[in-house]
């Protein structure tokens, strides 16, 4: 790639794809929840807290709902812990009331909270104590995407804050986060649970005599499959649970439909990696095919250089001209001539310090020696510095080939670039420039 083609690329590398007008979606009273979606290990967390903390101070009352199990952004923004119970961020203070608060989901605490709130004491005790319903809640699987769907419907429902924003789970898979909430509905009011509830559901006698065969051989059957005492928990687990399985898949709809809706907007976080932007690629689709408002895409850890006009291949050039002692037209041109100049100059110099008894004079070797010793160093320091340079501008060419793919496939889908930073975001602070990036758009040096 030559220098024409990388400044070229470089300065048209947004006319790709639209800028996602992130202040626009913040300001807008219309936007009630912001999700923050995709591969693990591209900031999603970083991205979801920069986020709330730029719409705090633009006068938004937000709480942040992580999902992180990292807990990186309780450090972030200077609270010691993160529970299921949101909690002001001290140093965020915006105009017109702007507050931000933080949480952290508890799986389990939500879980317990549907039971306390939906069955009486004694079952809800009955429940809590279940042996199955204690692995259930802690990590059964679509277990912790069911959660976080419920404490945004919670959260939504309180409306105690006119922006939400949510960093999902980290999944392998895209589907997971869509999918599990449905998943787990579906397992709680699906047929397996309906067949372990039928011996309390069909009354009297008859229905027992009637169920007493199948359920005999079924019974065994799973007795083998899972162990008697298993079989008995889940049994008894079910048994308390009757009245509230029809819930569950009534909760995770309503809030499918909460995501559905207007007031929300999707944010795919992706880093220029092929990995990263494919999996980002297959997220835009399928929230298109679920009929989700997807904002943009939040492309992390972009690299710019401000000395992009420098190509990688005249940088590693220079360099290598520079270690083998010489420049590229050293011997053409005028090269010869100020040779030639300098030469007579040196003779004039050793004559200058030769002494009347023809001695040199030792000082001048010495410092002749040390200027020679300082070229070779500054000619070693600037190679490695162009060499340096020439790697960047090359990961800059493959992120650009990466992201330009993705655009070429999705070109409607508008994109915010963010600067890679040279360290990890620890503080509001970092934060802060992170909603700056974010808002700019473009990364530094661009």
Not at 74 to 82: E, F, H, P, T, V
Request: hydrophobic share 45%; net charge negative.
């Amino acid at each position: 790639m030559t220098e024409a083609t990388t400044g070229t690329k470089a300065g048209a590398r947004m006319d790709a794809a639209p800028r996602l007008p992130v202040d626009r979606l913040l300001d807008d009273p219309g936007t009630r929840i912001i999700v923050c979606c995709g591969a693990g290990g591209v900031g999603k967390t970083t991205t979801a807290a920069a986020l709330g903390v730029r719409a705090a101070e633009r006068g938004r009352k937000v709480v942040v709902l992580t999902i992180d199990p990292a807990r990186r952004l309780a450090q972030s923004m200077g609270i010691d812990s993160l529970d299921n119970t949101p909690r002001r961020v001290k140093g965020v203070e915006g105009a017109d009331g702007g507050e931000l608060h933080a949480m952290m989901l508890d799986m389990k605490r939500t879980f317990d909270e549907i039971v306390e709130g939906h069955a009486d004491a004694e079952r809800a005790e009955a429940i809590l104590a279940n042996p199955f319903y204690q692995s259930l809640s802690a990590g059964f699987a679509g277990t912790q995407e069911y959660m976080a769907m419920e404490k945004l419907g919670q959260l939504r429902a309180r409306d105690d804050w006119d922006l939400i924003v949510v960093d999902t789970p980290p999944s392998r898979s895209a589907l997971d986060f869509l999918d599990a909430p449905k998943r787990l509905g579906s397992f709680l009011d699906g047929k397996f649970i309906r067949v372990l509830m039928a011996p309390a559901k069909v009354g009297g006698r008859a229905g027992m005599k009637f169920l007493n065969v199948g359920m005999s051989l079924m019974t065994g059957t799973l007795s083998k499959l899972m162990g008697a005492s298993l079989l008995k928990d889940v049994q008894t687990f079910v048994a308390a649970m009757d009245t509230m399985f029809g819930g569950f898949r009534t909760r995770a709809d309503a809030t499918f439909r909460l995501l559905q809706a207007p007031g929300t907007a999707f944010l795919v976080v992706a880093a220029p990696e092929p990995d990263a932007l494919r999996e980002a690629a297959y997220f835009v689709q399928r929230l298109a095919a679920e009929n989700m408002p997807l904002a943009g895409l939040v492309l992390n850890r972009v690299h710019g250089s401000g000395a992009d006009q420098l190509s990688a291949e005249r940088a590693l050039a220079a360099a290598e001209n520079l270690e083998e002692g010489g420049i590229v037209d050293q011997r053409s041109g005028n090269a010869g001539l100020r040779d030639s100049a300098a030469e007579a100059d040196g003779a004039g110099a050793d004559a200058a310090d030769a002494g009347a008894d023809g001695s040199v004079d030792a000082d001048a070797d010495l410092d002749t020696d040390f200027d020679a010793d300082l070229d070779a160093d500054v000619d070693e320091i600037t190679a490695g510095l162009l060499r340096l340079h020439a790697e960047r501008m090359q990961v800059i060419a493959r992120e650009q080939r990466t992201r330009d793919r993705f655009t070429s496939l999705h070109p409607e889908v508008a994109v915010a670039e963010v600067a890679a930073l040279p360290g990890d975001v620890h503080d509001l602070a970092g934060l802060r420039a992170i909603g700056e990036r974010l808002a700019a758009g473009v990364p530094a040096g661009a």
